[in-house]
C-alpha cells in the first residue's frame, strides 16, 4: 500500500524525485528507525495569519497511526487534542558530502515527512497501549522492566493520535560527491581542495 | 541582549522553565554548534485552515540572522520568499535518561526554537556571503577551499534570510533518573530494572 501522490497531494517530492519513497513500509520503517520526531503545528493569529511552531518530541508508531504524548496543559497537546492539522519530520543524516563547488554539497540521509491530525485519546485501555508504544520506542521492551504508571502519571499526561493521511521518504545515501566533469578535469583544483564523503555514526538506535 | 518573553509570546517555555534561555548569545550558539535544522512553513488551504510543513535543512546564521537556500522554484523558498512566517528548530540528543517509571523517562539535549518572517535575498553581494555563510557551516574555511560558483548555480540557488524575533532555548543535559524516592527504596523494583542514562556521542561538529 502507498499513500497517494500527485502534483497537488502535500507529500510531493519534487526535487529529486528518484529519491522519494511513498509505500506505507518505507514510512513506517523510517519512523520506527528514527528517534527524535520535529512536529510542526500552524497557531491562528487574531489576524488571521498562521504562526508555524516546531517542537522536538519522542513519538511512537502502531500500524498507521503516530502516537505522541505531552503533559496534560501543553500548548501542542492541547491545540492537536481539538483535532488541527499536524506535520512531522524525522531525519537521519548519515554523512557530509564535500564536493569541488559550493554548489554539489550536499548531505547523506533519509527523512520521513508525514501529515495528519491530532485527536485526543480518551479510551484508557489505547491511552496505556499508546504510552507502552512510545517507551519501547525508545528502548525495546523497556515498558515491562519499568513499574506500573500510577494513576496521577496518567492522568498528567496526554496521548494524541494522529491517522497518517500522506507522507513521503526521502533518501540519499552512500553518495560520493558529483561534481561538473569540467570540475575533475582541473588538476589544480582536484589537488587543492579534498573531496568525499565524512560519514557520521548514524543516528538509529534499533532497526 | 535577550528575545522578549512573556505568558503570551510565541517562544515562551512553560514547561521546565529552569530549562529555558531566551539571550542571543544561547540561541546564536545553539544554531552554530548544530548542523540540521527543521523548517517549518504554514500553507493556506482554499478553506482557509492551514497546513503545517516541517522540513529538513541546512542552515547558517550571521548576528541576529538565519541563511536558508533551495532551488529556486523550491517550495519552501518560494513560500518564504513572500515574507511568510517560519520557524526552525535545531535540536541536540545526547542520551536516552532510563528511569524506574515509564513517566520519569526522559532524554538529554538542547534545543534551539527560532521564529521570523522570509525575506528573499536578491543584492548579490549578500547572497554570495550568505551561500559562503551556510558552506562554512558545515566544515569551517570550506568555502574558499572551493572553486567559484558559477553564474548558472547561483541563478538556479535562492536565499532566504530570515531575521530572528523570537527564540528560545531548552536544555536538559547531565540529568540522572529522577524517579520518586518510594521507588528507590522499593528494592526489587531496583534490581530487576536498570536506571540510568544512555549517553550518545553529540551531534555537535564544532563549536
Chains 1, 2 share one sequence.
Not at 510542526?40 to 504524548?69: A, Q
Not at 533519509?110 to 485519546?121: D, K
Request: one cysteine or more; glycine letters at 8%; aromatic letters at 8%.
Amino acid at each position: 500500500m502507498s499513500f497517494e501522490v500527485g502534483p497537488k497531494t502535500i507529500n510531493n517530492v519534487r526535487r529529486h524525485k528518484e529519491r522519494a519513497s511513498y509505500d506505507y513500509e518505507s514510512v513506517h520503517r523510517a519512523l520506527d528507525e528514527g528517534l527524535l520526531g520535529h512536529v510542526g503545528f500552524c497557531l491562528e493569529d487574531e489576524d488571521g495569519e498562521s504562526t508555524p511552531v516546531v517542537i522536538p518530541m519522542v513519538y511512537g508508531r502502531k500500524d498507521n497511526f503516530l502516537y505522541l504524548h505531552g503533559y496534560v496543559s501543553g500548548r501542542l497537546v492541547k491545540h492537536l487534542a481539538k483535532g488541527k492539522k499536524v506535520s512531522m519530520a524525522v531525519t537521519e543524516l548519515n554523512g557530509l558530502v564535500l564536493a569541488l563547488s559550493p554548489f554539489h554539497h550536499s548531505v547523506n540521509y533519509r527523512s520521513v515527512v508525514v501529515f495528519g491530525r491530532g485527536e485526543l485519546v480518551e479510551e484508557p485501555e489505547e491511552r496505556l497501549e499508546a504510552l507502552q508504544i512510545i517507551t519501547d520506542h525508545m528502548v525495546k521492551g523497556r515498558w515491562d522492566q519499568c513499574r506500573d504508571s500510577t494513576k496521577i502519571e496518567l492522568q498528567t499526561t496526554k496521548v494524541i493520535r494522529v491517522e497518517i493521511e500522506s507522507a513521503s521518504v526521502k533518501e540519499s545515501n552512500n553518495k560520493e560527491p558529483n561534481d561538473d566533469p569540467a570540475d575533475y578535469k582541473d588538476l589544480a583544483l582536484c589537488e587543492s581542495t579534498w573531496s568525499g564523503v565524512v560519514s557520521f555514526f548514524t543516528n538509529t538506535i534499533h532497526g
